[in-house]
C-alpha cells in the first residue's frame, strides 16, 4: 500500500531566535575578554563588557539602555497629563453656557435666581463640579453634560487601576456602578484577609476571580500575582498625581467625589491604594514626571503611560546589572520585547546563550572565590590568536613563512595538523582518508582526495632550551601602554613553546620592586599596582635557578624592561630601591648577568622606550654578555620576541 504524500508549507519564523542563525562566535568573544582580562580586568568584569558592549550583528546591553532611554525621553516630550481636567471643563463651560441660554428665555423669578446661582460658580474647576452636584439642571443638554462628567471621572478613575474596566464595561448603568462597588469592597475585604494571613485567603482568591475574573484579563494565578499587578497600577496612579501641579491635584481631589455621583467610589479606591502601598512599600509611591508634549492624556491613559515608563525603568535597572546578585535571566524578555521590539528580544537571547556557552564549552570556570576564571584551554586558544598575529606580522616583515611549526627531522609528537604548501612532513594517511571520507559524504560526491583532505604528521626537534622569560612589571609599563603587548608576548611564547616545541622549559619571570616566577595564568590575570622599582637584579637570579635546574639544556635568557635597574637584593633578601640607581644596584645586576654568561646563556633585552640611561645599561649588558639588544615599538614586541627565540633554535640546529 503505497503512502499518500505529504504536503509541506513554509512560512515566517515566530517562535524566538532564528533557528537557522549561526551560533554565538565564542573565539570572538574569547578574544574581546581576553584583551579586558591583560589590561587588567577580572574575567567576570571582562565578560560583563562584553555583554555592555555586544558582539558583531548583536547589540549589547549598553545600546538597549540607550535605546530605553530614548524611548521614555520621546514618551515625555510627546504628551501631557491634564487631558481630563481638560476635558472636564469643557463639558462644564459647555453645560454651563447651555443652562444659562436656556434660562435667558424663561422670563420667571425663578430663572433670574438660578442666573444668580450660577453667577457664583467658582473658577476652580473642581469645586466648581462639586458646588453643582445638587443642582436642578433646567437645561437637557446641560444634564446630560453634567452626567457626562461624572461619567468620565469615573470611568477615568477606575482605568487607572484596573487595566480591563473598559471592556468589563461597554456600558456604565446604575447596576454597573452597584457592580463596581461590589467588586471593589470584595478586593479590599480579600488584601484584608491576606494582611492579617488568614488561612482561608487561597480559597477567598478563588471565590473573588470567579465572580469578579471579567476585571481582570491578565488572570492573575494567586493573590499575589494580583496584588503584584494592582500595586503597580496604583503606584503608577499616585506618581501622575505627583506629576501634576498643586492646583491641579487640588481639582482632581474635588473631582473624584463626583465620580458617578457616588462619593463611596473614591473612598473604596482610596481605601484599596492604602493597602496596596502597605502591601507593595517596594513600588515607586513618590516619584513624579515632567512631560512637556502637546497631547493632552485622560487618567487612565496617563496611568498607562506612567506604568509602561515604570516598566523602562526596571527594564533598565535589569539591564545595568548593576546590583547584587545580577544575572541577565532577571531580564524580562517579554518587556524588552514590547519596548524595543522582537530583535532586542532575539540579541538578548543571544547574549544570554554566549554567557553560557563560554562556561558549557569550558572557557570560563569558577574559582575558588566565586568569580570566573580563564581555564587552561581558553589560554590555549587565545595564544594561538596571539601566535597566529604575530606570525603574520613576522611574515608581512620579512617575507618569511611560518616558521613555528614543528622541525621536520625529529620525533613523531603523534599530533597533526593541515598541509601547507612547502610541508616536508610525512603524511598521517589515516586521517587524510577520514577526511576525503567525510568530505565527500557530506557532499555527496566529488574527487576521492583533494589538498583540504591532506594532514601531516609532526615532528619536533630533540635539541632542548631552558628558556626564561624576565617581563618588567613597574608601574611605568602599565603608564606608557606597555602592559597589554607584554602580557601578549608572554602568552604567545607560552603557546608556541607548549604546543610546538614541548622538550624545551619556559619560566615566567616578573619583576618589579621584587621578582617572582608565575604561571601563564598568573601573568594574564595581574593587575598593574603602584610600586618603585625595576629589580632585574632578583629577575636573573630566578632565571639563573631555572637554567641550573636544565643542566644540559640550551639557556636562553629573555628581558623585557622599559627602565635601567633601580632596585637589587639585599642579603637578608629584603629590596632596596634607589633612584637614581646605586652602582651596588648596577654592579649586583651585572653579576648576575655575569654568571649567566658563564652558563652560556644567550641574553637578549627587548628595550622598550628611549631613555637614554637604560640605553647605556643595555649595551653594557651586551657586550659582557655577549647578547643582543632589541628595541621593537609596543606594537611590535610580540613580533621580535618570537622571532628571537625562533633564531635561537636555528642557531642550535
Not at 395 to 416: C, I, K, N, P
Request: hydrophobic share 40%.
Amino acid at each position: 500500500m503505497t503512502q499518500p504524500a505529504r504536503g509541506y508549507s513554509y512560512g515566517a519564523w515566530h517562535g524566538g531566535p532564528d533557528p537557522l542563525a549561526p551560533p554565538v562566535d565564542l573565539r570572538q568573544a574569547l578574544e574581546e575578554i581576553g584583551r579586558e582580562v591583560m589590561e587588567g580586568n577580572s574575567p567576570q568584569s571582562a565578560l560583563r563588557e562584553l555583554l555592555r558592549r555586544g558582539l558583531s550583528g548583536t547589540q549589547g546591553l549598553d545600546e538597549m539602555t540607550r535605546r530605553l532611554w530614548q524611548r521614555r525621553r520621546q514618551l515625555q516630550r510627546r504628551h501631557r497629563l491634564d487631558g481630563t481636567l481638560q476635558e472636564v471643563r469643557r463639558l462644564l463651560d459647555r453645560a454651563l453656557r447651555s443652562e444659562r441660554e436656556t434660562l435667558a428665555r424663561d422670563p420667571s423669578e425663578d430663572a433670574r435666581f438660578r442666573e444668580l446661582r450660577l453667577s457664583a460658580v467658582p473658577e476652580d474647576t473642581g469645586r466648581a463640579v462639586r458646588d453643582l452636584a445638587d443642582y436642578d439642571w433646567r437645561s437637557s443638554d446641560a444634564r446630560e453634560d453634567y452626567a457626562e462628567i461624572q461619567r468620565l471621572l469615573g470611568q477615568e478613575m477606575l482605568e487607572q487601576r484596573f487595566r480591563g474596566i473598559k471592556q468589563a464595561l461597554q456600558q456604565t448603568t446604575p447596576e454597573d456602578v452597584e457592580r463596581i462597588h461590589r467588586m471593589i469592597d470584595d478586593l479590599n475585604d480579600l488584601l484584608a484577609s491576606h494582611a492579617r494571613g488568614d488561612p482561608d485567603t487561597p480559597q477567598k482568591f478563588e471565590r473573588f476571580m470567579q465572580q469578579h475574573g471579567q476585571f481582570f484579563p491578565e488572570n492573575p494565578r494567586n493573590v499575589d500575582e494580583l496584588i503584584d499587578l494592582l500595586a503597580a497600577r496604583s503606584a503608577a496612579a499616585q506618581r501622575l498625581m505627583n506629576s501634576l501641579s498643586p492646583e491641579q491635584q487640588a481639582e482632581l481631589a474635588q473631582l473624584a467625589q463626583q465620580a458617578f455621583g457616588d462619593p463611596r467610589l473614591a473612598d473604596a479606591l482610596a481605601r484599596l491604594d492604602a493597602q496596596l502601598r502597605a502591601l507593595r512599600p517596594g513600588e515607586d509611591w513618590f516619584g513624579s514626571e515632567r512631560f512637556r508634549g502637546d497631547q493632552p492624556m485622560g487618567l487612565g491613559e496617563a496611568t498607562a503611560l506612567l506604568e509602561e515608563m515604570g516598566q523602562i525603568d526596571q527594564l533598565a535597572e535589569q539591564l545595568s546589572q548593576a546590583y547584587p546578585g545580577a544575572r541577565l535571566e532577571d531580564i524580562d524578555l517579554d518587556a524588552l520585547a514590547n519596548q524595543l521590539g522582537e530583535q532586542a528580544k532575539v540579541d538578548m537571547q543571544r547574549l544570554m546563550e554566549l554567557e553560557r556557552e563560554l562556561t558549557r564549552s569550558g572557557l570560563l570556570e569558577r574559582a575558588p572565590d566565586g568569580g570566573l576564571r580563564l581555564t587552561p584551554r581558553a589560554l590555549r586558544q587565545l595564544g594561538s590568536t596571539v601566535l597566529r598575529g604575530l606570525i603574520d606580522q613576522l611574515r608581512t616583515r620579512r617575507g618569511d613563512r611560518e616558521s613555528a611549526r614543528a622541525g621536520a627531522a625529529g620525533e613523531l609528537t603523534g599530533a597533526t595538523r593541515p598541509w601547507e604548501f612547502g610541508d616536508s612532513e610525512p603524511w598521517d594517511v589515516p586521517r587524510t582518508v577520514r577526511n576525503a571520507v567525510l568530505r565527500r559524504a557530506a557532499a555527496r560526491g566529488g574527487p576521492l582526495l583533494e589538498v583540504v583532505d591532506v594532514e601531516v604528521a609532526e615532528t619536533e626537534q630533540r635539541a632542548q632550551a631552558a628558556v626564561a622569560l624576565c617581563v618588567d612589571i613597574s608601574w611605568s609599563m602599565v603608564q606608557d601602554g606597555r602592559w597589554v603587548p607584554m602580557k601578549r608576548t608572554a602568552l604567545a611564547l607560552h603557546h608556541l613553546i607548549s604546543t610546538r616545541y614541548r622538550h624545551d622549559a619556559l619560566q615566567l619571570i616578573t619583576f618589579g620592586r621584587y621578582a617572582a616566577p608565575v604561571d601563564i595564568q598568573e601573568l594574564i590575570g595581574l593587575e598593574g599596582v603602584w610600586e618603585q622599582g625595576t629589580n632585574l637584579h632578583h629577575a636573573l637570579v630566578l632565571a639563573g635557578r631555572h637554567l641550573r635546574r636544565y643542566p644540559t639544556a640550551q639557556p636562553v635568557v629573555l628581558v623585557v624592561t622599559d627602565g635601567e635597574p633601580t632596585a637589587h637584593l639585599e642579603p637578608d633578601a629584603e629590596a632596596y630601591f634607589s633612584y637614581p640607581p646605586l652602582p651596588e644596584t648596577l654592579a649586583k645586576t651585572l653579576a648576575e648577568v655575569d654568571a649567566l654568561t658563564r652558563m652560556g646563556a644567550s641574553i637578549t633585552v627587548f628595550m622598550l622606550g628611549e631613555d637614554p640611561r637604560l640605553k647605556r645599561f643595555v649595551d653594557i649588558v651586551a657586550r659582557r654578555s655577549g647578547g643582543r639588544v632589541v628595541a621593537p615599538t609596543e606594537d611590535g614586541l610580540g613580533a621580535a620576541v618570537i622571532a628571537d627565540y625562533l633564531r635561537s633554535r636555528r642557531s642550535r640546529r
